[in-house]
């Protein structure tokens, strides 16, 4: 079976959410679903899901990187992840896998997309093949709040409690659905790919 790893950071919860229902679309489109949690820098962990283990890495056909923003930026949680792969970098381990990224911000235009852009770097650093939205999913058109072309996206409010919105929500389970239907294909493809 496919297999997607769902790998995030989060300190209140609200991208631990959006890493459930991507979640959710990776098992919808037939795929198995890991969600693992970064731990805060601290060392410190403030999520329900288990914490990442590096040799969870190898396991993944596929990827889903989630992150709150931090001042318009990943929060250093995930950049410290993306430090600590140079072994993979040098190997080319992740060359040719799908991923995707998400990511929530407490204000609408308190960069979730400045963010997922950034957070799309390190994919292309690493031979990735990354994997958005189109905007042929009706809700890319309809939404208030999360949601774009370049990842699944939350806006949590001022005190962090605004509730996932449909629309983001419905986002988010497409951008699993696709991340999954793309490593599936890969994966039945082969090494296709120079
Ligand atoms: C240090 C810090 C910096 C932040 N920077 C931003 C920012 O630049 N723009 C924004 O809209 N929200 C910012 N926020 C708010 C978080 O992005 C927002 O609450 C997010 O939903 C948290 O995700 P989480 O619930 O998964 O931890 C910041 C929060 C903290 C603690």
């Known amino acids: 079976m496919t297999r997607i790893l769902v790998l995030y950071y989060s300190r209140h919860g609200a991208v631990a959410e959006l890493a459930d229902q991507i979640a959710l679309g990776i098992v919808k489109a037939g795929a198995e679903a890991t969600i693992r949690a970064l731990p805060a820098a601290d060392g410190s962990q403030s999520t329900r899901h288990p914490l990442f283990q590096p040799d969870e890495l190898q396991l993944a056909d ?6 709150p923003v931090r001042f318009g930026l990943m929060a250093a949680p995930l950049k410290q992840f ?9 190997k080319g381990s992740l060359i040719n896998k799908p991923a995707a990224v998400f990511s929530s ?11 997922l852009l950034g957070m799309l770097l390190p994919l292309l650093h690493h031979g990735m093949l990354p994997v958005g939205l189109p905007y042929s999913e009706p809700a ?14 939350q806006v ?12 983001a929500a419905e986002l988010a389970v497409a951008l699993g659905k696709r991340l ?13 790919l120079p």
């Open 105 to 115: 911000s407490g204000s609408l235009h308190g960069g979730n997309e400045a963010t």
């Open 180 to 192: 999954a239907t793309m490593a599936q294909i890969l994966k039945q493809a082969g090494n296709v």
């Open 156 to 167: 949590s409010g001022l005190s962090g409690d605004r509730p996932l919105a449909k629309e």
């Open 62 to 67: 596929g990827f889903a990187f989630g992150s």
């Open 82 to 90: 993306w430090d600590s792969t140079g072994t993979e970098w040098i």
């Open 140 to 153: 890319l058109h309809q939404t208030q709040g999360g949601g774009s072309p370049y990842g699944a996206s």
